[in-house]
C-alpha cells in the first residue's frame, strides 16, 4: 500500500496487523481520489476526517495532496497503531490528529468539514448511522463533500444526502454525497 499522488507520492503505508480492519486498494483509492480531484479541483487547505480510518490511507492521500488538517478516527487497535505509524513515518504530526474511538460516539464538531472519507466496514450500515449522526452534530453543512465506501452490492439511502456520484471498482462502491436540506 502506497501514497499515489502528491507530497508523498510512493511512500510505503503500514496496514493493520490482523483481519480486523480490510485496507483500500490502491486501485479504489485511486479511482476515489480521482472523482473528487475532478469535483473539489484542489486539496489545498482543506479540513478533512478520516472516519473508520484504519490504515489513515484515505486521510494522508489528502494531507499528501495538499489538505491542511485531517482528523482520523478508528476504534480498534492494530489500526489506530498503524495510523499513528504512518503519520509519524510521513512527518505528518502537525497537520494530523488521531482520536481513538466509535464514529458513532463523536461529539459535535467545532465546524463543518470540507471533507468527510468514510471506509466502514461492510454490510453493517455503520456509513448511514454515522453519517445521520455527523449532520446532526454540525460536521457537514452545505459545502462538505462526503466519500463513502461500501461493497458494491449494498444499498445506500441517506437521509438528507444525495448521492452525485457512484462507481463500482471490484467488490467495492465508492459514493460521493452532498448535503440537500
Known sequence: MRVI????RGRKLVA????????????????????????????EGLRVADLF?????????????????????????PALDAVKANIQTLRAKDRAEVQPGSVT????????????????????GAGAVALDRLKRLDWINETTWIALETAADEDLDIRQL?????RRVGKAAISLWRFNP
Do not use: N
Not at 490511507?57 to 478516527?73: I, M, P, Q, T
Not at 460516539?105 to 453493517?124: C, F, N, S, V, W
Open 105 to 124: 460516539k463523536l461529539g459535535p464538531a467545532r465546524e463543518p468539514y470540507d471533507l468527510i472519507l468514510l471506509d466502514p466496514p461492510y454490510h453493517t
Open 16 to 43: 493493520p496487523k490482523g483481519d480486523t480492519t480490510r485496507p483500500t486498494a490502491d486501485r479504489t483509492r485511486e479511482t476515489l481520489f480521482s472523482m473528487l480531484t475532478s469535483r473539489l479541483g484542489t486539496f
Open 162 to 166: 444525495e448521492c452525485e456520484v457512484l
Open 5 to 8: 499522488a502528491g507530497e508523498w
Open 53 to 77: 480510518a484504519g490504515s489513515g490511507a484515505l486521510g494522508l492521500e489528502a494531507l499528501s495532496r495538499g489538505a491542511a488538517h485531517c482528523l482520523f478516527v478508528e476504534q480498534e487497535k
